[in-house]
């Protein structure tokens, strides 16, 4: 038996090198053995810490604490298990980082270029004596993204249209020192969806030169701006330039092409119909036409005292646009404004006036057929009051009371009600009819099963809003809770029989208007993407808006017919809540159903709903076309976003953090938490999806106290989180019993993620690469984006 330890040379003992804050390499010089040295043995206090093989003559740790002393000690190890250790040695981390990183001066955070739902920012690279390891970007105070050390920009996408945000970025480095922050005040644009228009008479000339032409066009204009020029030579594009030019050389030029310019504004709203060289010579016309008054049209007087009228009127329309109103008293000029509204001053007690509004415009036409009104200041004595004698005007009308329900025969067949379009009064835009309580049982009466009594509303011409009062019974639960569906021109809504079961205000059998109508269309610009569709849905009692019952949900089907561009990319198109305060929040169950032509979502309230088509501009995806879609649909929905406008770096790894921030936006995770981890601290952009998902047993920390958030996701750590995120959901996967897993490389996944993986394989979500899962790789964006869009259509749409 081999009873020799190993034997160290003479003067043997053990260095340090490399010594940092969080590491060192410890170093030795080779033992001997009679049979040969085994392993080496490195202890750590007591600790071991790792063993190297026989030939090995270093070890480098890691992990430990700056500004902190440790020992160390090797022992050199046979087959046999002698053993023969070398003196410790002591030794001491390099002092902890207290300098934050600094920005060198005139250091700014700049936006480069700014869209309605979007921005890109920039900043400069930052200094450390350490290094930078990242910068973290903050929106309205907010910590939105941190983005690696090589990054100096970012493409903030799903913003509101037309609103101020407070950006601000700082530089991190490895000891968690933060720069003081670079910020800056950005406005998104105004929703746009205007063309820029090129004036009558606009033209494009070519000077040949030496093997090149010298183009010159006249300025288009555009309601924002216009953001570039686009040429083409013989319809193929040859330059893009700004749009403050109206001129450029292009090279190698041919004397027989044809040159044409095309402006595009910064959403991207293009011209198709530019002025090209070879087009006939346009004279350019005179405006000679005078603005008008559309009918309906009226000046008003809302404050009458003895002595001033407050007057109104409303806006005339010019093709070339209005520029001023002429205000007429007696026949004579008194006030020339931009306004629609004057205070008339200087007036007499309880003296009849006649007062007239008139438009003009840009090239002097002035409108001779606008508003009047006759109104009588007061008497001395009465003091001061309101009110207007509405006088003769193009085409008046005088204001429409609200729509009263309308009455008629609603014939019943096969479980529909039918509400025949001249059944319904409309006022001001507003169709109403109040729905019989015997035609509703009846419909009730005539299904089968549980299959929902209906009732149709048949178009009516004028309408933009319809009303259905109908009895509380159908709605608080009294009549069994079966749903009743209300099908118009504008949307249908299936409510549940016992939307309203336990709200007072919807007790017995008093009635309750459902309306559906379509919504202001500037609460369309608040939504992110191409605005679509707008609606708005409510049902009040009393004129008061009812809540549902907690967990019940109407299912909503919207008319919409998509351009051809939307169609070839329906998950795309997505439903948006917009808040009273101009909020949107998307609402994961919106999908189109190309088969029946509408948008159908569920909601738990009503409000104001949204269809928009979001697209990105990734122009990264092509080696990923595997990943293309679900990465562009998460980008619609506002779930995930770019590095940058046009970047979205798939193949980059994913942190702890990040995919945990990623899981709980996705699946709409919301919980109260108490702080667990050191390493994540409140201010953090990750701290409250960390909170949540740990609290609802979804992640664990590295320890009990650390929860690495910095470090990169497995890819068995996501399938993990997944499949647990699935259960809290109520999705639990079903787990195949005694089935091995099939992949190649299964002998390398961890006991605590084989039955999650095995869960997520036997469902499909799970492919692996080639016969294997690679389940210790690092996760890219690329794979997150893929599993989380499976997730969500797995959650939401199936």
């Known amino acids: ?74 022992e050199a190890r046979d087959a046999a298990g002698n053993a023969a250790g070398l003196p410790a040695l002591t030794q001491a981390t390099l002092a902890a980082d207290t300098a934050a990183p600094v920005w060198s001066g005139g250091s700014a955070l700049s936006a480069s270029k700014t869209a309605a739902y979007g921005l890109q920012v920039s900043w400069p690279q930052a200094g450390d004596d350490t290094g930078v390891t990242g910068y973290r970007l903050a929106v309205d105070g907010t910590p939105l993204v941190t983005v690696g050390k090589d990054i100096a920009g970012y493409w903030l996408n799903g913003l509101q249209a037309d609103r101020s945000y407070a950006l601000s970025v700082v530089a991190l480095d490895e000891a968690g020192n933060v720069s003081l922050p670079l910020e800056l005040a950005a406005r998104t644009l105004q929703i746009d969806t205007i063309t820029p228009q090129w004036p009558t008479g606009s033209r494009v000339t070519a000077v040949q030169g030496s093997g090149q032409v010298t183009l010159t066009w006249d300025a288009a204009v555009d309601n924002i701006a216009v953001d570039h020029y686009v040429i083409y030579r013989n319809g193929v594009q040859a330059a893009e330039v700004d749009g403050s030019a109206t001129s450029h050389t292009l090279q190698d030029a041919s004397a027989d092409a044809v040159y ?5 504004d910064p959403t991207g709203n293009a011209t198709v119909f530019g002025p090209a060289t070879d087009d006939p010579v346009i004279a350019v016309p005179t405006d000679t036409t005078a603005p008008g008054w559309p009918a309906g049209s009226s000046l008003t007087a809302p404050t009458v005292t003895r002595t001033s009228l407050g007057v109104r009127w409303s806006e005339a329309v010019d093709r070339m646009g209005v520029t001023l109103y002429k205000l007429l008293l007696g026949g004579q ?85 039918t509400v025949p379009a001249g059944s319904l009064t409309v006022k001001s835009g507003k169709a109403a009819v109040s729905l019989d309580k015997a035609a509703l049982e009846q419909a009730f009466r005539q299904q089968s099963g549980q299959a929902p009594a209906v009732v149709r509303v048949e178009p009516t011409a004028g309408a933009t809003t319809y009303e259905l009062q109908l009895p509380a019974a159908f709605l608080n639960g009294q009549t069994g809770g079966r749903a009743l569906q209300l099908a118009t021109a504008l949307g249908t809504l299936t409510l549940p029989g016992d939307l309203l079961a336990g709200n007072g205000q ?99 309230h009503f409000s104001t709903y949204v269809v928009a088509f979001g697209e990105s501009a990734f122009t990264d995806l092509g080696r990923m076309a595997w990943a293309q879609q679900a990465i562009e649909a998460l980008a619609a929905k506002g779930i995930i976003q770019g590095v940058s406008e046009t970047a979205f770096d798939p193949a980059s790894p994913v942190t702890r953090a990040d995919f945990t921030k990623l899981l709980v936006e996705t699946f709409g995770f919301t919980a109260k938490f108490h ?53 809290q959901s109520g999705l639990p996967l079903a787990t195949p019993a005694g089935k091995e897993l099939s992949f190649g490389d299964a002998a390398d996944v961890a006991p605590y993620a084989v039955e999650a993986i095995a869960a997520m394989s036997e469902q499909g979500f799970i492919q692996g690469d080639g016969g294997l899962l690679h389940p210790l790789g690092s996760t890219t964006r690329a794979e997150a984006a893929v599993m989380l869009y499976r997730m969500f259509i797995y959650k939401y749409q199936q």
Do not use: C
């Open 260 to 264: 044409k310019v095309e402006a595009v």
């Open 333 to 417: 000029t008194i006030a020339t404004t931009a306004n629609t509204s004057w205070q008339v001053t200087g007036l007499t007690p309880n003296t009849l006036y006649t007062l007239k509004v008139e438009a003009g415009d840009e090239a002097g036409n002035w409108s001779d057929n606008g508003p009047t009104l006759t109104v009588r200041t007061a008497s001395a004595s009465s003091g001061s009051g309101s009110g207007s004698s509405p006088g003769t005007t193009p085409g008046s009308g005088s204001p429409t009371d609200p729509a009263t329900p309308g009455t008629g025969t609603t014939p019943v067949n096969g479980g529909t009600v």
């Open 1 to 74: 038996a081999d009873t020799l330890s190993p034997v160290w040379p003479g003067g043997a003992a053990v260095t340090a090198g490399s010594v940092g804050r969080y590491g060192l390499t410890l170093h030795w010089p080779a033992a001997t053995d009679n049979y040969g040295v085994a392993a080496y043995d490195v202890y750590q206090g007591s600790a071991l810490i790792g063993t190297t093989p026989g030939t090995a003559g270093q070890l480098a740790v890691a992990g430990l604490t700056p500004g902190t002393s440790y020992t160390f000690r090797v």
């Open 675 to 727: 702080a667990s981890f050191t390493d994540v601290q409140a201010g953090d952009y990750y701290y409250e999806a960390v909170g949540i998902a740990h609290q609802l047993g979804i992640v664990n920390g590295r320890t009990d106290s650390l929860f690495a958030p910095r470090e990169r996701i497995s890819r068995q750590e996501m399938f993990t989180m997944l499949a647990r995120a699935l259960e």
């Open 506 to 604: 919807a007790a017995g059998d008093q009635p309750l208007t459902v309306a559906i109508g379509a919504a202001d269309r500037s609460q369309a610009a608040h939504a992110p993407g191409r605005p679509g569709t707008a609606v708005e849905l409510q049902i009040t009692a009393a004129g008061q808006p009812l809540a549902f019952k907690e967990g019940a949900a109407v299912q909503v089907r919207i008319p919409y017919a998509p351009p051809a561009s939307e169609r070839s990319r329906p998950e795309l198109l997505n439903v948006w809540y917009v808040d009273g305060q101009g909020g949107a929040q998307l609402m994961p169950t919106g999908r189109y159903d190309a088969g029946a032509g509408e948008m159908t979502f569920t909601t738990t």
